[in-house]
């Protein structure tokens, strides 16, 4: 039995749901709106050009998931594509695009049937052509690991960091540095063979290899690579077949003089789960850290991505962005894309005020807590005082009081650092934030109104923020 676009859609929807994170959720597919299902082909309609671009990038896989399941391998997903002319007397038109995820399917699932050593062993896996040195904008927070990296690709094998160990933390450009050194090496020698893999594919391949009385080809695989690029090895701990296969594949290349780039959540001693001998091999060449980008940095890599995608933002939105979101950088890549997003979908131009919006919203998304406009609207109205005042230099007793309990607060439910705090209130630093909490703390235990105040601001906070 045949149902229609929108119960198809909405069916699809649901699974999607179940799958990422609520803010994905309401930024791409929210927006979407089903529009036909017919020949086989489900059609639906994105708000621009961009959202396209945006799914197919990032959603692909899942979409095709979600339609195999909820309609069947053999339906397809259609774009409508809404193009706003501008003119007054034109409706804006659309363009269909075909899902790039609805191609070829046939043909890798006859593929894993009689898989072939190129696909069992991970030849698919291709390095991002995105990634490169040009792209990974440097500061102090990654200057000896790029610049290790960099001599590494140019003389691969050859210098003494071999191993190339580079660890960090989630979001701060592992991946995209490792994969840069592939890339570079391949632009300098066509003919090398580099293998980027994550250690988890690495442990299903080995996995695969077993079941099919396959070590042999593995193994032979893997002894014939130039470069081995091998993605966050924290995945091997507590996998001792797996650290073992790789122990031998790690000396037989290090013997034969080929290289071997390394990434890892955590430096090398703090890996419990791994063999003690795997370990002091990760550390005979050169172990580097990536750190949390500086402010400096992360002005330097909005603008590099807003170039990129050949957007122009006014400075103070890169500043408020820069100083607003410092965990990592795939957090601020998130929040820029969801700015572009949202600029997109109400057909605004990017400015503060929706700056300030979008990243509300994120944070209020992502840690179900209250913002920081939130809180200093709720604490200036409960002592009856403007946000103006909140935020200027006013050294007036109350008015002191009123904004070191608004940042009190902003540091208690927000995940702002204490220098982001500081500059929504007026741009003090991060050190006059520290002082307002402290000075909250001793009023709070030792005058008993000043407490009442607060704990009747809590109340009116958490109510927000669940
Ligand atoms: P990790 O592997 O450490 O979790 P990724 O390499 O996936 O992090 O980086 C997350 C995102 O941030 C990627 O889109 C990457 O391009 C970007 N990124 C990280 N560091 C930089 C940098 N120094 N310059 C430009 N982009 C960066
Ligand atoms: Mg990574």
Redesign the pocket.
């Known amino acids: 039995m045949q149902v229609d676009h929108n119960t198809a859609w909405n069916n699809c929807l649901s699974r999607i749901r179940e799958n990422i994170g609520e803010q994905g959720f309401e930024t791409w597919f929210k927006p979407i709106k089903p529009v036909k299902l017919e020949n086989k082909i489900l059609t639906i309609q994105v708000p621009s050009q961009f959202f396209y671009e945006y799914l197919e990038e990032h959603y692909v896989e899942l979409l095709r998931n979600v339609l195999d399941n909820e309609l069947g391998k053999d339906f397809r997903l259609e774009y409508s594509v809404v193009i706003d002319t501008g003119g007054r007397d034109h409706q804006p038109y659309t363009i269909n695009l075909q899902n790039s995820g609805s191609k070829g399917e046939k043909s890798r699932e006859n593929g894993r049937r009689d898989i072939s050593a190129m696909d069992l062993f991970g030849y698919d896996v291709r390095l991002n052509p995105a990634?490169t040195f040009e792209?990974?904008?440097e500061?102090d927070c990654?200057r000896l690991a790029r610049s290790a990296g960099y001599a590494v690709a140019q003389r691969p094998g050859v210098t003494s960091f071999n191993p190339l160990m580079v660890y960090?933390g989630?979001?701060?450009?592992?991946?995209?540095?490792v994969q840069a050194i592939g890339n570079e090496i391949l632009n300098g020698n066509k003919d090398k063979i580099v293998h980027y893999v994550s250690s988890e594919k690495f442990a299903n391949q080995f996995f695969d290899a077993i079941k099919n009385n396959r070590i042999q080809d593995f193994s032979q695989f893997y002894s014939k690579i130039d470069v081995l690029i091998i993605d966050d090895v924290q995945f091997f701990e507590g996998k001792e077949k797996t650290q073992e296969i790789f122990f031998h594949i790690f000396n037989h290349l290090h013997q034969s003089g080929n290289q071997i780039i390394m990434?890892s959540d955590r430096p090398p001693k703090d890996l419990d789960g791994l063999m003690e001998r795997l370990v002091s091999r990760f550390k005979w060449g050169l172990t580097a850290d990536?750190q949390q980008?500086d402010y400096e940095?992360r002005i330097a890599?909005i603008k590099?991505k807003m170039q990129s995608d050949g957007i122009n933002i006014p400075d103070n939105v890169i500043e408020y962005l820069a100083y607003s979101v410092d965990t990592n950088?795939?957090e601020l890549?998130g929040v820029i894309i969801s700015l572009i997003a949202n600029a997109s979908l109400v057909k605004k131009d990017i400015d503060l005020e929706l700056a300030k919006q979008t990243l509300q919203s994120i944070v209020h998304d992502i840690d179900s807590e209250v913002g920081i406009d939130y809180i200093q609207k709720t604490v200036s109205e409960f002592f009856k005082i403007s946000i103006d005042q909140l935020k200027d230099k006013t050294r007036k007793k109350e008015i002191v009081m009123a904004r070191q309990i608004a940042m009190y607060f902003s540091k208690e439910y927000t995940n702002l650092s204490l220098k982001s705090i500081g500059y929504h209130f007026g741009g003090r630093d991060h050190s006059t934030v520290i002082h307002a909490v402290q000075a909250v703390n001793d009023m709070y235990d030792t005058n008993s109104s000043f407490r009442r105040s607060v704990d009747e601001l809590r109340k009116k906070l958490k109510l927000k923020a669940v």
Do not use: A, C, Q, S
């Open positions: 990634y792209n990974f904008v500061g990654n960090g989630v979001g701060l450009g592992k991946t995209h540095l990434t990536l980008p940095t890599i590099r950088v795939r890549e």
